[in-house]
């Protein structure tokens, strides 16, 4: 068939392709356990087969998944750098000096608002929730029980800091995905996530406050395990003041707007050298820890888990899981099925607040159906990203509603991953402290207020908005 003969797909055909991902991801990621990365190879044939025989070639569908993958390179690459500063961050002694201090803060009295702002600032310097609750956060549960505090409240409190800082944190992956799906770019994305996180962050404060005033809790404080980590990080390193300074390089070339990817560069290899002069590491070993990441050996297993990480090559798992939505959502694009089903959508969804309320019930969908974060961001991001510039809205509408009906509403779900790992890790069922993660599930609603009011939401302004400013 010649490029004339393509005939335009009917509803059933478009809607084909999403069928295909619920049932694999569904069946295959959620019952079986199987990897993610083949079961969207799997969702793009289906794609694949119906583009054939809607007349595209191979070559053609080829084109289209390249065009897709292109769009997201950016970002990507970002991610990939995110990598390097994490390593280099945390051998330089960075991030354990952030950390040490931290802890310091702990407040026995308002432990519930203690530590959901601590869990909150640890997640924001290193940019994992799971490192988090798995160091900190069982740190908190242990003088939880001394306290006689309900551990839901302890659990939902540590959980719905960790990912606020998880969600907020340039160094987190989920942070750096929902900009590359929606075409926004990173740091718009997290300057206008401020509209709904902190409102919704701000709430679960007070709510805690008002629970840890007007509670009685006896029983005695027991810190042996957050002195613990705090002596096991001093004696591991040796703090200085210049060990600020790659977070304020990044910052200050943030707030002036420079490029991305040469200000972490930058600030990495200040980190290396602080490294080699502040911690006594050798030239090999520093530069290494911006490829492998941070192996700690303290000879504390807490310790060890949060402070092993960083390194380009772990970020490769989470751009392979990219690239595949990237391939399917390539292949639905370029066969037309997408904008079938956008017109469908569209005629229901014609005014912001349902295009806004569409993406948030999307998100929560995916992220019901495959428990990933992952997939809550990319598959929405790639399916809406058409109608918020068909209706003048800026990429960074899309990529924050995502994060905040997709990211923070995953470890909700007691048979996704975030929810297994937190039940497991903090010794309290999901069901227990999901209503106590306020944050978790108070953004979305933000979200929605905001779409149906106009209220800070963004007009697009420029065509390219992958550049900071947009």
Not at 161 to 170: I, R
Not at 299 to 306: I, K, S, T
Not at 351 to 373: D, E, N, R, Y
Not at 413 to 435: C, E, N, Q, R
Request: aromatic fraction near 8%; charged fraction near 10%.
């Amino acid at each position: 068939m010649d490029g004339n003969e393509k005939r335009r797909p009917s509803f059933l055909q478009s809607l084909a392709p999403l069928i295909a991902i619920a049932l694999f991801l569904g069946l295959g990621y959620g019952v079986l356990g199987l990897r993610i990365e083949i079961l969207l190879i799997m969702a793009a044939v289906v794609a694949g087969l119906i583009a054939v025989r809607l007349g595209y070639s191979y070559k053609e569908i080829e084109n289209g998944i390249l065009e897709s993958m292109l769009k997201g390179m950016p970002a990507m690459l970002v991610v990939i750098v995110v990598g390097a500063l994490i390593g280099s961050w945390i051998t330089a002694g960075t991030i354990p000096l952030l950390i040490y201090y931290g802890l310091k803060i702990i407040s026995p009295r308002l432990f519930l608002v203690t530590a959901c702002i601590v869990s909150s600032c640890i997640s924001l310097v290193t940019g994992t929730s799971y490192g988090t609750a798995g160091t900190i956060g069982v740190a908190f549960i242990g003088i939880a029980h001394g306290l006689g505090i309900p551990l839901g409240q302890a659990a939902g409190a540590i959980v719905a800091g960790a990912y606020f800082g998880d969600k907020l944190s340039p160094f987190s992956d989920t942070t750096n995905l929902a900009p590359i799906a929606a075409q926004s770019n990173l740091f718009d994305h997290i300057r206008h996530m401020l509209w709904t996180t902190t409102p919704a962050w701000l709430l679960g404060l007070l709510i805690y406050l008002f629970l840890g005033i007007f509670s009685n809790h006896t029983g005695t404080v027991s810190l042996e395990k957050t002195e613990m980590i705090m002596q096991v990080i001093r004696s591991s390193f040796t703090f200085h003041w210049l060990l600020l300074l790659p977070p304020v390089i990044t910052l200050y070339l943030a707030i002036r707007k420079r490029p991305v990817i040469p200000g972490m560069l930058l600030s990495a290899v200040v980190a290396v050298i602080l490294a080699i002069i502040v911690q006594d590491v050798d030239l090999v070993t520093a530069v290494r820890s911006m490829v492998f990441g941070y192996v700690a050996d303290t000879g504390e297993n807490m310790v060890d888990e949060l402070l092993t990480r960083g390194g380009m090559l772990n970020m490769m798992d989470v751009t392979l899981i990219a690239l595949c939505a990237f391939a399917f959502g390539g292949i639905v694009q370029k066969a037309g099925m997408l904008d079938v089903l956008l017109e469908k959508l569209l005629s229901v969804a014609n005014t912001v607040g349902k295009i806004i309320a569409s993406t948030v019930a999307s998100c929560i969908t995916t992220a019901m159906l495959t428990g990933s974060s992952f997939l809550s961001i990319l598959i929405p991001g790639e399916l809406f990203a058409p109608a918020f510039r068909k209706y003048g809205l800026a990429a960074k509408n899309l990529s924050r509603t995502t994060e905040d009906s997709g990211t923070v509403v995953v470890p909700l779900v007691p048979w996704s991953i975030a929810g297994v790992f937190m039940s497991g890790t903090l010794g309290v069922d999901t069901v227990v402290y999901a209503k106590w993660a306020i944050m978790c599930y108070t953004g979305f609603i933000f979200a929605l207020i905001y779409g149906f009011t106009g209220f800070a939401i963004a007009p697009r302004i420029r065509e390219d908005e992958t550049v900071p400013g947009s």
